[in-house]
Structures are given as structure tokens and as C-alpha cells.
Nanobody, 122 residues
């Protein structure tokens, strides 16, 4: 499966962005998906994840209440709606999938997309 993340950009603190991750190749609906991010000089970290059915969703504590993950099976696309952005949300955001469970760690992801840069100015 090929993944392509998009939607990043420069936004002021308090603003919003919506990231997209489009999938091609194997059946989209069979994958569980996770968003990760990596800030300069820091390790890549889990942000949010959604099961193949959409029935299970989880978030990192740092983004709870501000970010919303979703999926559109008809468009083979996952989304990450990011509201009330903070400068500490600045990072490159990556999407990843696993066909057995929501990938919440780097080693649990089977496939990765190229990242999209999010920069939040203060």
C-alpha cells in the first residue's frame, strides 16, 4: 500500500489545519491507521489512531480535545483535523497503517507515508 500525507502548512497559534492521508494499493478498508509526528531533534511520537471500522479511536494526551481523526472509505483517505494549534504542535506529520491493530508505536507500523510539515507560529 502507498500512503501520501498532505495538508500541512504554516498557521498561527490558535488556528486550524486538516491533514489528509490518501491510500492506494491494497484494500483501504482493511487497515488500521495512525498519525505520528516528529519535531526537530525529537523522536517520532504517536498522535492519534483509528481502527479499520472507525469504532476504535485513540489520541495522545497532548492533543486530546483539539485533534480529531476520521476516515472516509469511499475516498480511501484518513483525516486529522487539528484545532487550537499550539507552537509545540510544530512537526512533520506522518501517517502509518497496520492490518492487525492500530499502530501506536514506530515498530507496529507496517507502512509509512511521506510526511507533511506543520508549522505553528506564536
Amino acid at each position: 500500500v502507498q500512503l501520501q500525507a498532505s495538508g500541512g502548512g504554516l498557521v498561527q497559534a490558535g488556528g486550524s489545519l486538516r491533514l489528509s492521508c490518501a491510500a492506494s494499493g491494497r484494500t483501504f478498508s482493511s487497515y488500521h491507521m495512525g498519525w505520528f509526528r516528529q519535531a526537530p531533534g525529537k523522536e517520532r511520537e504517536y498522535v492519534a489512531g483509528i481502527s479499520w471500522s472507525g469504532g476504535s479511536i485513540s489520541y495522545a494526551d497532548s492533543v486530546k480535545g483539539r485533534f480529531t481523526i476520521s476516515r472516509d472509505n469511499a475516498k480511501n483517505t484518513w483525516y486529522l483535523q487539528m484545532n487550537s494549534l499550539k507552537p509545540e504542535d510544530t512537526a512533520t506529520y506522518y501517517c502509518a497503517v497496520n492490518d492487525r491493530y492500530i499502530p501506536r508505536t514506530l515498530v507496529s507500523a507496517d507502512y509509512w507515508g511521506k510526511g507533511t510539515q506543520v508549522t505553528v507560529s506564536s
